[in-house]
């Protein structure tokens, strides 16, 4: 019942209208050179914001070293392992980008999925017992497993999709000059109109992440969890407040020359708001009002810039698959050496831009990163009961 009335004051049914609207006018307005600098600059930040998180973390999960002192029986499993993998994911990522159907990206995304097949059974250990001429047959399971590997769709909106169709639109109607502006128009209608609900929707705030929050508590079957994986959430929570409130503020000071933490006041009800709904993409509305209105950014800069990053740039989700992956190495005794590590650091990376900004979808990255390895990909429900609240909080250090 609380997150039916939750649904009341959730902002991830607007998302899509600003992702669309927002990112075409703000392509639009911008010229394709100017857009080109930016939109490198952007990557570039990205990326790197992101290697630094996921250094930070294997840093502090090497230097804490949560699973030493446990072990992997003495931890309750929750959920079941994702059946994915690193081509998969990868190959998931590129068709995502390119839909078949416009339409259908907007409430649905490709995933490939691995259907089991059944096992066959031979026959095997004929044995002949004179004088009797029995023939005794032993049926044997053939325990080799095959899959076939099956394209499906999944529930969500498929924002890489939206994105690349959504700049390539938005650079054309920039060319076409006054031919484009009926187009610019309707989006910057759309827009405002949008931005008029998020504000209604503000003033209720409060209610809806209170019955959020009780519906999480209300979820929580076992509470002997938090004490034994104690250890392994400070690591992550350490992590995540290194790099918000130091690593983060540090890099803008340098760039921007301004107080930091006046920037990061400005945005603390987008923060708030990715740390109770768990989305980045859903958060959107609520960032641009407050990058835009709060902080005073330049709209064809955050329309431009903000959902990109919304997508891609998953800071906190990469720290969060490091320090796990590694823990679950300690838990069962696996000794890393460097290239492992590094290995670790480049999949982390890469698996958070292919989380798409989705609740829960660490989880199945994380496989990726725990296969690349050589880690048992089954060791991901170890962690299972601890992701909605580490998942939450590495969302609210995405942006």
């Known amino acids: 019942h609380f997150k039916v009335l939750f649904r009341l004051f959730n902002y991830e049914c607007m998302s899509l209208c600003l992702i669309v609207g927002l990112l075409l006018t703000g392509v639009a307005a911008l010229d394709s050179e100017v857009s080109g600098k930016i ?12 290697i630094i998180a996921v250094i930070l973390g294997i840093i502090l999960v090497m230097t804490i070293k949560p699973g030493v002192s446990q072990e992997a029986e003495n931890i309750d499993r929750a959920g079941t392992t ?39 059974k031979v026959l095997s250990n004929t044995t002949t017992i004179p004088p009797l001429a029995i023939t005794v047959m032993t049926v044997v399971e053939n325990i080799t497993r095959e899959y076939k590997i099956v394209g499906a769709y999944s529930d969500g909106i498929n924002v890489l999709g939206l994105i690349v169709f959504c700049v390539a639109f938005g650079l054309v109607i920039g060319k076409m000059g006054d031919k484009g502006r009926i187009l610019l128009e309707f989006f910057d209608a759309l827009n405002e109109a949008t931005m008029k609900l998020v504000q209604i929707i503000m003033c209720y705030m409060p209610f809806g992440i209170l019955f959020l929050i009780a519906a999480k508590i209300i979820e929580v079957e076992d509470w002997e969890i938090f004490r034994k994986m104690g250890l392994y959430m400070v690591t992550v929570l350490s992590g995540l407040a290194i790099h918000a409130t130091i690593c983060l503020p540090f890099i803008f000071f340098i760039i921007v020359r301004k107080n930091p933490y006046t920037f990061t006041l400005g945005m603390a009800q987008a923060l708030v708001t990715a740390l109770m709904i768990s989305s980045s993409s859903a958060t959107l509305p609520v960032t641009f009002r407050c990058a835009e209105e ?28 490091a320090v796990a992956a590694i823990f679950i190495a300690q838990l069962n005794d696996y000794p890393l050496d460097v290239g492992q590590i590094v290995t670790i650091s480049i999949t982390a990376t890469v698996a958070s831009i ?46």
Do not use: H
Not at 83 to 110: G, I, K, S
Not at 295 to 318: Q, S, W, Y
């Open 39 to 50: 939109g490198l600059r952007a990557v570039i930040y990205y990326f790197s914001t992101t």
């Open 82 to 120: 994702p059946n994915v993998t690193t081509v998969d994911t990868l190959l998931d990522l590129l068709r995502n980008m390119f839909p078949e159907n416009l339409v259908q990206a907007c409430f649905q995304q490709y995933k490939t999925k691995r259907k089991e097949l059944e096992p066959g």
């Open 294 to 321: 709060n902080n005073r950014i330049d709209k064809r800069i955050t329309r431009f810039v903000l959902p990109v990053g919304a997508t891609i740039n998953m800071d906190g989700t990469a720290l969060y698959e």
């Open 354 to 399: 292919g989380a798409a900004g989705v609740p829960n979808a660490g989880l199945i990255t994380m496989v990726i990163v725990l296969t690349g390895v050589g880690l048992p990909a089954s060791d991901v429900t170890l962690i299972v009961a601890m992701d909605w609240l580490l998942f939450s909080t590495t969302q609210s250090k995405s942006f």
